[in-house]
């Protein structure tokens, strides 16, 4: 059964960093894997979908990394702003799990002015 | 453009007690889902409609039902609430089933 961890559940970092945001998934049977943003009392924001034939894809500052043999994904942000803290959620579509979504925690980033 | 919208947005219950969560995208999207979000926990897959016309459970549906009344409208019924459907319930939609998914604002839940 695919299961989705997001290390650490928590992240807080001065503002202008650059910081990296960790998904793994112990099924390398993936169709896709996509990166949202949630803010508090709303819904989810889709940031980036990666492919499984893909190894990264970039969207203004944020760059969405695939590494599948090792079931690893990473969500780097560039040059940190107050306005990027959210929390970031991975979800993996899978292969054998009837093309639905497995999806982590998530990871509480806060970005201090 | 509403994108994906939800009512009510905040719902308490007595156990027992049965509501209707309702849903409607105007994307013209294929694909509609429901969601729960529990503390601490990824989001839970309820059911899901692959396109108008079909409707399938997915990881938790026990006591929920769900309904795709045309090609906007996906509904979410809970037949007698229990403490443990306190949620936040998401629907989402897509244009197909592997495609990106748009959520709307959630509905809070809470059943005593």
């Known amino acids: 059964k695919q299961e989705v961890t997001q290390i650490p559940a928590a992240l807080s970092v001065p503002e202008g960093e650059n910081l990296v945001l960790n998904c793994s998934f112990t099924?390398?049977?993936?169709?896709?894997l996509q990166w949202f943003r949630q803010d508090p009392g709303k819904g989810l924001t889709s940031l980036l979908l990666i492919q499984s034939s893909q190894r990264e894809q970039t969207s203004g500052r944020l760059n969405a990394s695939l590494d599948k043999s090792s079931g690893r994904s990473t969500l780097y942000i560039a040059a940190s702003q107050p306005g990027d803290s959210a929390t970031y959620l991975c979800?993996?579509?899978?292969?054998?799990?009837?093309?639905?979504?497995?999806w982590g925690a998530g990871t509480k980033l806060i970005i201090k002015p | 453009n509403a994108g994906v919208t939800q009512t009510p947005k905040f719902q308490v219950l007595k156990t027992g007690q049965s509501m209707t969560l309702q849903c409607a995208q105007d994307m013209n999207h294929n694909s509609m889902y429901w969601y729960r979000q529990d503390p601490g926990m990824g989001l839970r897959l309820i059911y899901y409609s692959a396109s108008e016309g079909t409707t399938d459970k997915g990881e938790v549906p026990n006591g929920y039902n769900v309904s795709r009344l045309n090609k906007r409208e996906f509904s979410l019924r809970l037949e007698s609430a229990a403490p443990s459907q306190t949620s936040v319930y998401f629907c989402?939609?897509?244009?197909?089933?592997?495609?990106?998914?748009?959520f709307g604002p959630g509905t809070r839940l809470t059943v005593l």
């Open positions: 979800a993996v579509r899978g292969l054998d799990s009837n093309y639905q979504l497995i």
């Open positions: 989402a939609s897509s244009a197909d089933w592997a495609d990106t998914q748009y």
């Open positions: 099924d390398s049977a993936i169709y896709n």
